[in-house]
């Protein structure tokens, strides 16, 4: 890991496109500028954790929830209906 000490106003290029500006400097925090391209993604460490644990816990949800969301949402087969599958042919 390579530290900087910078000052506001003062800014960091990283490779030939990418340019990070300190903007302002108060008690324990800073602010920054960062100017990329569109293509480039910038996301915030916390957040993409939060996305992380919230995707884990989507992908652990039991059968339960999806027979209730599909029944919230009428799409449960109806009593009575045979599936395809258990249809003689």
């Known amino acids: 890991m390579l ?3 910078r000052k ?3 800014k ?3 490779g030939d496109d990418i340019t990070i500006t300190i903007l302002d400097v108060r008690g324990d925090g800073i602010r920054i500028g960062i100017d990329a391209p569109r293509g480039i993604k910038i996301q915030r ?3 993409l954790l939060a996305v992380a644990e ?3 816990a ?3 949800a039991d059968d ?3 027979e209730q969301l599909k029944s919230a949402l009428g799409l449960s087969p109806q009593a ?3 599936k395809p599958e258990d249809q003689a042919s």
């Open 3 to 5: 530290v900087l000490t």
């Open 8 to 10: 506001a106003g003062e």
């Open 12 to 14: 960091i290029v990283i």
């Open 45 to 47: 460490e916390e957040v």
């Open 54 to 56: 919230a995707n884990v």
């Open 58 to 60: 989507a992908a652990a």
């Open 64 to 66: 339960s929830v999806e």
């Open 80 to 82: 009575g209906t045979a």
